[in-house]
Structure formats: C-alpha cells, structure tokens
C-alpha cells in the first residue's frame, strides 16, 4: 500500500511539474500556434452561406429607382417576404434606390445588380427606433446602422452595385465635432453623448439604460450584422459611411470578399471585426479616411465585462492605399486579439501611414498574440512599416497592462517610410517574440525606435536609410 501512495504522490509531482512548465511558457509569450499551417483550417471553417434559387425582385414590393422615392417600406416587405418563404435573394435592379435603414433576416441575401446604387437617407431620424449596438467599443442602445441584422443567420450583400451612404461634411461627417469636416463653433457634436457613454461603461450601466440616438450625435456605422453567424459580403462598392464600414460584432463565420470601401470621411473605417471568430477578408480595395482593416474586441471596462476576442482573422490579396493603417489591432481590444494572417497584400499611397499597426494603452488591456504578415509588397507609407504603440491615447495611464507577443513578418519589401519598425512598449510589459525574416526595408528617414522589446529576431532584413542612399 505504501508503495502505491508513493508512486501516486510521485505522478502527481511530475503532472504539477509539467503543468507548471506550460503555465510558464505561456507567461513567457512562448506560441502555442501552429502559424501559418493553422489557416488551411481555418478557411475550411469558413464557408459563405447558401441561399434557395428564389428572387425577390424590391420593385415587386414598390420600390421605385428615381433616386427621389423613398423605399424603405419596400425594402423591408421585400426582405420580410424573402425570410418567411424560406430565404432567397432580394434583387435591387438597375436604378438609384433612396431609403433609411435596412435590417436583414435569416437566409436573405441582398443582390445589388451592376447598374443599381442603394442611397441612404441622411436624416437621423430614419435610423430609429434605437437599437442593440457597439459605439467605439461600448455596448448601447443608439442609431440603427444603415445596414443593421441582430441574431440571424446565413445573410449576404452581393452583387456589382454600389451602396452609398451619403457622409459628407455637411451631413454626417460634422458629428465628429471637428473643423477638418464642417463642423463650426455653436453646432453641436459627438463630444459630450461620446464622453457619457464611456463613463456608463466604467459604472457598468446596463446596456438598455444607455440610451442615445436622437440628440446624442453618436454616428451609426454602415453595417452592422451583431451577434450572427454565417455571412457572405462580396463584390460590392461601399461610399462615404456616416463612421465605421464594415462592422461585424460577436459574429462567426464571415466572409469578405472583393468589396471596395471608399470614404475620406472621420473614423472612416474599412472593415473592423470585433470580437468575431473566422473571419476571411479577401481581394478588397481599401481607400479610407481611417484604418483599412482594424481588429477589435471591446473598449475598456465594457470589453472585459463582454470578454470575447476576435481570432481567426485571415487577410488575403488585398489593396490599401489611403488609411492610418493597412492591417491595424485596437485600440479597443480590451477582450484579447489573437490568430490573425495577413499575406498577399499590396499598400501603396503617401496618406497610408503603416502597413502593420497595433495600439494599445493600459487603460484598454488585454492580449494581443500570434500576429502574422507574409509576402506584403509596399510602396511608401508615411510613418512605420511595423508600428506598436502601447502609449496610444490614453498611454499608461491605467490598472490593465497589455500583452503583445508573437509577432512574425516576412517578406515584406517597402519602398520607402520614415521608420522600418517602431515598437514603444513598457519596461514591465514588454513587446515579446518579434521575428522578422527576409525583409526588405528601402529609402528609411530615420533609425528603428525600439523601447522595451524582448525576444527580437532579425534574419536576413536589409534596412537602407536614405542617407546612406545619399552618401553613395
């Protein structure tokens, strides 16, 4: 008997030891991912949803495309329609569609046909009643998006057409409360409704007592599917948002594919997944007033009382050429970003300032880990190629220390920046494991800004400044 309560208390040792080894190593950044060999199956996760062979053509339903007549009604019996016969497509045919939001339904794919433009409504009112949303990383209850869906499945925007939300600065774009888009002194703003709903989140109010909409000036993004899983976006022009373009929140298996995003608008955003799993952005055109592509899951107190990450985001072949930032993590992503592939992709355009950006501070928290960029061919951006920021607005100011680790690029070749990397993390956080091999980083202004970087491996990087261009 004794012999056995030893060899047990001895397997119970070597288990401990064990367990406390990976414990270690995941404290330490070490990568549990699998890299790259992780995508073949993650794509085979995503799969765009199918739809009956059945049409539902808007005009049956009273739309009319004068540009004039407003289609809201017959957008929605079209779409109500389509959903209760069992799904199908909602075809909008050649012309130029007015209407206020549109809110889809399970097994409804919504087809903009090559010659169509849908034309959203600027009057504020159209988007109400208010709905369940995220603002900036915050839940509440606010605007409906332009194109909004709440807990549906298998739903689509396809076709050639175009979509156009009618920002400019004399409608939506003032709200910003900034002079660069209409805004002027006495007019009122985003401001003061942007400042109440952070601090609700901090109190933890419960999101059906954080009212806004009407007066509160807080911009509906342009889509919106929440809390949905099984969504095709694909072929389609989106023009000047009122914010955000592309925004799916706590959904699963998403798929972006061959969309242009266009609008030099305020927080004029591309595609932002936030706290959304599988997600594939494909063979899109990027020119922003913001970030191209920006990953979130959350701001602040809020993200960490919802505590979901985005994972699993694959960005393949696209082009960004306006925008802060080609592939961009946080700010708000106070629930974790993790698993995120980027390769194939093409920047190009002096108002681009990074090709890789993630901001953070300590008031945000959370982890960022296993980020990945191949095969990435850059023209010029204005700042850093690679830029890691924890010291992003609020810098350190807060209780919640990020983590950023596991950071891997490799081949890619920029023309011409002002820094190669750019990395300011704090001394009791440092950025960790970031490996860079056969890049090529041509024409830099100025030296590599390394603070607090532990674990960085450079093989095979060539970094030409301009002054040793200059001195040949």
């Known amino acids: 008997m004794r012999a056995r309560s030893y060899f047990r208390q001895i397997t119970l040792f070597l288990l401990l030891c064990v367990l406390s080894i990976s414990s270690s190593g995941a404290q330490d950044g070490k990568s549990n991912s699998q890299g ?67 809110h889809l339904k399970s097994k409804v794919n919504l087809y903009i046909s090559k010659e169509a ?5 600027t009057d504020p009112k159209k988007y109400l009643p208010v709905v369940f949303t995220r603002w900036e990383g915050v839940e509440c209850m606010n605007y409906s998006a332009l194109i909004y869906a709440f807990e549906q499945h298998d739903i689509a925007i396809t076709g050639e057409g175009t ?15 900034s002079k660069e888009y209409g805004w002027v ?80 608008g ?32 959350g701001r602040n107190a809020d993200g960490r009382r919802v505590d979901v990450p985005s994972e699993n985001i694959v960005v393949q072949n696209c082009l960004m050429e306006d925008g802060h930032g080609g592939v961009v993590i946080g700010s708000e992503m106070s629930g974790g970003v993790r698993n995120v592939y980027a390769e194939g992709c093409t920047m190009d355009s002096p108002n681009l300032d990074r090709a890789l950006r993630i901001k953070t501070n300590s008031i945000r928290g959370g ?25 992003y607005e609020e810098g350190d ?38 490996h860079l091999e056969d890049c090529t980083f041509s024409s830099v202004a100025e030296p590599n800004v390394l603070d607090n970087v532990r674990g960085l491996d450079l093989l095979n990087v060539s970094i030409e400044m301009q002054s040793d261009k200059k001195n040949r």
């Open 36 to 102: 790259w060999d992780a995508v073949p199956m993650i794509l085979k996760r995503i799969s765009p949803p199918n739809f009956p062979d059945r049409d539902f053509d808007i005009t049956a339903s009273g739309a009319v495309g004068d540009g004039k007549t407003d289609c809201s009604e017959a957008f929605r019996k079209a779409i109500e329609k389509c959903s209760v016969e069992g799904g199908g497509r909602v075809v909008v045919p050649n012309g130029v569609y007015l209407t206020g939001p549109i």
């Open 117 to 121: 433009t849908i034309r959203f409504s």
């Open 163 to 177: 979509l156009d939300g009618q920002g400019t600065a004399e409608t939506w774009w003032s709200w910003k409360g």
């Open 397 to 434: 100011a807060g209780n919640y220390t990020p983590i950023v680790r596991n950071i891997d690029v490799r081949n890619v070749k920029c023309q011409k920046s002002r820094f190669a990397l750019w990395i300011r993390a704090y001394p009791r956080s440092p950025a960790t494991n970031v």
């Open 185 to 264: 002194e006495g007019k009122l703003s985003q401001n003061t409704a942007r400042k109440r709903l952070f601090e609700m989140g901090e109190r933890d109010v419960p999101v059906h007592q954080r009212l806004f909409g009407d007066g509160s000036y807080l911009r509906p993004n342009f889509i919106q599917p929440y809390k949905c899983k099984n969504i095709l976006i694909e072929g389609v022009t989106f023009k000047n948002s009122p914010m955000w373009f592309l925004n799916p929140v706590l959904c699963q298996n998403v798929s972006i594919i061959g969309v242009t995003t266009e609008g030099l």
């Open 367 to 391: 982890i960022i880990e296993n980020v990945y960029m191949r095969d990435v061919t850059i023209g010029q951006v204005a700042e850093a190629v690679i830029k890691v920021d924890y010291y």
């Open 266 to 297: 305020p927080n004029n955003d591309g595609c932002n997944p936030e706290s959304s799993k599988d997600v594939l952005i494909k063979n899109c055109h990027f020119k922003n007033g913001d970030d191209c592509i920006a990953i979130k899951s």
